[in-house]
């Protein structure tokens, strides 16, 4: 299923993991492991954030993808199943009139 992953890192721990030379290779470890079809990064509410959309084959891919961010960013992580164009087009076609 196709997945938004958005990830808002705690400033002080992102600070810190930045210093120590590890937010980017935490961010390139899980753009390896997921393979994403699009990845951005900002801020959002004055914290770092990234939004990475992938399709998450299995659920129990959760753990392995949230933790580190967790342990090492001290960051919030949400999941967000979304649809592209195609998906959207498929389950509008799927809905029978009168419901």
Not at 15 to 31: D, F, H, P, Q, Y
Not at 33 to 55: H, I, Q
Not at 67 to 76: I, S, V, Y
Request: aromatic share 8%; with cysteine; charged share 25%.
């Amino acid at each position: 299923m196709r997945m938004l992953l958005k990830v808002q890192m705690d400033t002080p721990a992102s600070n810190e993991a930045i210093r120590a030379g590890m937010l980017r290779k935490i961010v390139e470890e899980t753009l390896q492991e997921l393979r994403p079809e699009a990845a951005y990064f900002t801020v959002e509410n004055g914290c770092r954030t990234g939004y990475l959309f992938f399709d998450m084959a299995d659920p129990s891919m959760m753990p392995k993808i949230s933790e580190p961010f967790f342990l090492k960013l001290n960051a919030k992580v949400h999941y967000s199943p979304v649809m592209n164009p195609e998906d959207l087009a498929k389950g509008l076609d799927a809905i029978t009139p009168g419901g």
